[in-house]
């Protein structure tokens, strides 16, 4: 069983940036072949994929949300992080964290997720 646990503030003013770590306890986040993605469900709403980070470090984001998203890791920590700036309340939701299974050779298979984390978007 891989667990992932994501952690920071449940509220953010507009305008400010959303900063959300996700935690892998015991695991590694460099293990070959796997990549760690961030994945938001706003109330009501679908979910969407905003970005991912390879065990390599590479970097994809999702095109609607390239340019103010940033996720980044600390390998020592098996941690990663999402950074969301000039927030809007359009972009409260449920924040989960998850690893790809298959994003070296595709198609995405999302095998393990964390619970979750709402974040509210209000002054």
């Known amino acids: 069983q891989v667990r992932l646990q994501e952690s920071g503030p449940g509220l953010v003013k507009p305008s400010q940036t959303l900063s959300l770590t996700c935690t892998v306890p015991?695991?590694?986040?460099?293990?070959?072949?796997?990549?760690w993605s961030w994945i938001r469900q706003p109330p009501g709403k679908g979910l969407e994929w905003m970005g991912i980070i390879g065990y390599d470090g590479r970097t994809y984001y999702s095109p609607s949300l390239k340019s103010r998203t940033s996720i980044s890791r600390d390998t020592s920590k098996n941690q990663f992080s999402l950074q969301l700036t000039s927030v809007t309340p359009e972009d409260t939701a449920v924040y989960y964290c998850a690893r790809d299974a298959r994003w070296y050779t595709g198609p995405y298979e999302y095998d393990y997720w964390g619970k979750g984390t709402l974040v509210t978007v209000s002054s």
């Open positions: 015991g695991g590694s986040i460099t293990t070959n072949y796997y990549a």
